[in-house]
């Protein structure tokens, strides 16, 4: 089994079917566990969410559940086992095994594949293992039990993929489940959306992330709380903050703002990001202008969010966007300097340029707010 190039692993974390407990996503597992006591399990589940917060853990866990657990057959005799009231099934069974070795026959597992002669991930999923279920649903029809699909991600498949899968959807073969993990439902066709039930997951509180960092072997720096904030209550995204020092660069962010004059602060940012092997911490530095920008226009509305996500945030939000008006010159320049950043990145832009330019524009907007 080749684990080192898996698309849906996140850098410096278990893959999701290693996570045997899901932390923060109670009522999504309540609402599925409700339709299968009810015997209203639908054939495709959309798993929707932000990144990181626990949508494929919980796929697994479903996938789990429904090939370890036998169907209700009707039968004669009064055998029937109590309705579960979890996900949780024996870590010693035997499907537990096989899913965690890759090698359960009613599993099918989608997602981008290793392109060998580029040695990268393919940008999408394309049409061919789409095409490779109606193999899948032949040899294992002999099986018995369920059959349970995994997507991850749905938003991932190309046009051609995408229409393959809408045909399984329009009639799906009995006994089987697809679960479609989803970052950007809006990316699915409407045609897909309309044939899935949606199974929210939300963001997770602090103590989640920090116990689910803890789960994954990850000792949180800092303030859990700040941690939270910054990655939306994701803990994938919390590990990214972790692995590129992102509160600390968080924390720059706010000096850099609270005082206009420190140039020194400022170049020193951009040089960080400049060369090609500082594209992660590009990426990251623009996401968290993006961050800034949109606290602040919040801020404008209804004050500092809570928690601060750097020391001395809360002061700087109140005083660059004491109002609504603030706050919606704020919100303007969340879009434009966001276009600008897809577009510096598209054209390979130098970073540091690009970095001094836009703390240029937050400056010269700070100073038109405060006049």
């Known amino acids: 089994m ?24 109670s009522a999504a597992e309540a609402e599925f566990l409700n339709a299968y006591r009810a015997g209203r399990l639908h054939h495709a589940w959309l798993l929707t969410g932000p990144r990181g917060v626990g949508k494929a853990t919980l796929a697994w866990r479903i996938a ?16 029937t086992p109590p309705a579960p009231t979890s996900l949780d099934i024996d870590p010693d069974h035997p499907v537990a095994h096989r899913m965690l070795a890759l090698s359960e026959p ?9 392109d060998a002669d580029r040695e990268r ?47 399984l959807l329009e009639e799906p073969p009995s006994d089987t489940v697809l679960l479609l993990v989803c970052h950007q439902p809006s990316r699915l ?16 509180a602090p103590p989640d992330i920090a116990a689910a960092l803890a789960q994954a072997g990850v000792e949180p720096p800092g303030d859990p709380a700040a941690l939270a904030a910054l990655s939306g209550g994701s803990v994938g995204g ?23 004059s420190d140039r020194q602060r400022a170049l020193k940012l951009a040089d960080s990001v400049a060369g090609r092997a500082a594209a992660d911490r590009l990426d990251l530095t623009l996401d968290l202008f993006d961050l ?36 919606r010159r704020w919100a303007e320049l969340q879009q434009s300097l966001g276009a600008r950043a897809r577009h510096g990145r598209a054209v390979n832009l130098d970073p540091a340029a690009l970095i001094l330019d836009m703390v240029l524009k937050i400056h010269e907007t700070a100073a038109e707010t405060a006049a």
């Open 2 to 25: 080749d684990t080192a190039h898996e698309a849906d692993r996140a850098p410096g974390a278990p893959h999701p079917r290693e996570t045997l407990r899901l932390l923060g996503q």
């Open 64 to 79: 789990r559940f429904l090939l370890a657990t036998p169907a209700d057959d009707g039968g004669l005799f009064d055998d």
């Open 106 to 114: 009613r599993l099918f597992l989608l997602r981008r594949a290793w």
């Open 121 to 167: 991930l393919r940008q999408d999923i394309t049409v061919e293992p789409v095409r490779k279920l109606k193999e899948f649903f032949g040899l294992s029809a002999a099986d018995g039990g369920r059959r349970v699909v995994i997507v991850d991600a749905a938003d991932e498949m190309n046009v051609n993929a995408a229409n393959a899968l809408l045909k």
């Open 189 to 204: 066709l409407p045609t897909i959306l309309s044939r899935c039930r949606a199974l929210r997951c939300n963001g997770l």
């Open 238 to 260: 919390a590990l990214r903050l972790i692995t590129l020092d992102g509160l600390t660069l968080y924390a720059d962010l706010i000096a850099i703002f609270a005082s206009p």
């Open 292 to 327: 800034f920008l949109a606290r602040l226009a919040r801020t404008g509305v209804t004050g500092p969010p809570e928690p601060q996500a750097a020391p001395d945030e809360a002061a700087l939000l109140a005083r660059l966007a004491p109002d609504a008006g603030a706050g």
